[in-house]
């Protein structure tokens, strides 16, 4: 990996806590952060202008879904993933692990990679350490992430020894010339496996780390416990990103623990079903009792959503199942994210996070 390609300096600490800058190839963006799914090359009826306007500025996509649809080359030849989706910040692309060692009954997984059939066409493919780092160098990532076994949860000693063995020789089989590939982090809850992970990627000298096979079935006090333990294992100069965790309260967690990378798809698909992220909690926007509220979803928001419609107007919406609706609810969450992250690291540079809560007066749904 060319040196340049990532750099990461931490500009403030609280405890274990860092607030920091990821400077990229297609420029840079403030830690602690959260990353939106672009997971087919699009964040969800979402424009990258309008991602600029909630406070987002890196985004994840999908070697997976991108080398399916609609291929790897021919991203490549429409000048790379930032020029095909009009996104000029930075790109931290997922490896497809995750899905493709979900397909269950459609994949073989053996120490020379996973043999899958497509989930849209039954067409038979193969990814390899090599393929799934070339597929994201193709496309023009600026963070990539190996191929890795997840173990769901409970996990069974066997299969999550047999898995770690795995991860890690895939590691050592992964190489980039471009971008920065960061070394993941498997082991499920157990801290021995958790320690050998921690120590075989670090040794190599990885430019940043994932820690992944989280929110697989472990409850909330199994993962801050785990990821705490995890972190305190890894060499501080490095970035750090939990994968696929994305609820406020555990972002905020996990950010007390040292880490500096977030993503997840409940922004926009927790939007697109009619529910928005607020100070005091989610809000149903389909409930009777918003019919004739003209509040915004939140008071307390300044975003576009906020300031232009109100609850009854965007209960209409999913009422008459106008497409706007999801769309607004989507763009609201993204700017309560975008705002989320914008607090916890204001809160880190003026010494205050211990004292920080995701949610002012937390309400059910």
């Not at 406070?55 to 790379?80: D, F």
């Not at 931290?92 to 692990?97: I, N």
Request: a neutral charge; glycine letters at 10%.
């Amino acid at each position: 990996m060319p040196p340049e390609a990532l750099t990461f300096a931490v500009t403030a600490r609280d405890g274990k806590a860092r607030a920091g800058k990821i400077e990229t190839a297609h420029g840079s963006c403030e830690t602690p952060a959260f990353m939106p799914c672009a997971t087919k090359g699009a964040v969800k009826g979402i424009e990258p202008r309008e991602l600029r306007v909630a406070g987002i500025e890196i985004l994840l996509s999908n070697a997976y879904h991108l080398a399916l649809r609609p291929g790897a080359e021919a991203v490549a030849r429409r000048g790379g993933l930032h020029k095909f989706m009009s996104w000029d910040g930075p790109i931290l692309t997922d490896s497809g692990g995750y899905q493709v060692c979900s397909l269950a009954a459609r994949r073989t997984i053996t120490d020379e990679g996973v043999t899958f059939q497509s989930h849209l066409d039954g067409a038979t493919l193969k990814f390899t350490p090599e393929r799934v780092v070339e597929i994201q160098e193709q496309i023009g990532s600026d963070i990539l992430m190996p191929l890795d076994e997840p173990v769901p949860y409970p996990p069974d000693p066997r299969t999550a020894r047999a898995a770690l063995d795995r991860t890690h020789a895939w590691w050592r089989r992964s190489r980039a010339t471009r971008g920065a590939l960061f070394g993941i982090l498997q082991g499920s809850v157990d801290r021995d496996l958790r320690r050998e992970a921690a120590e075989t990627v670090a040794a190599t000298d990885p430019p940043g780390f994932a820690l992944g096979g989280f929110s697989l079935g472990e409850t909330p006090a199994q993962m801050y416990e785990t990821v705490d333990y995890t972190v305190s294992l890894l060499p501080d100069p490095k970035p750090r990103y939990l994968m696929g965790v994305g609820m406020p309260e555990d972002i905020t967690a996990a950010v007390r623990s040292g880490v500096d990378l977030f993503d997840c798809v409940l922004p926009t698909r927790l939007g697109r079903n009619g529910w928005a992220f607020t100070e005091d909690g989610l809000l149903k926007v389909r409930n009777s009792r918003y019919a004739q509220d003209d509040l915004p979803l939140d008071p307390a928001c300044e975003g576009p959503c906020c300031r232009n419609y109100s609850r009854a107007y965007l209960r209409h919406c999913f009422n008459v199942e106008e497409m706007l609706g999801p769309r607004l609810l989507s763009m609201h969450n993204l700017y309560y994210y975008g705002r989320l992250m914008k607090r916890i690291r204001a809160a880190i540079r003026d010494g205050s996070l211990g004292a920080f809560q995701p949610w002012k007066n937390r309400r059910s749904p």
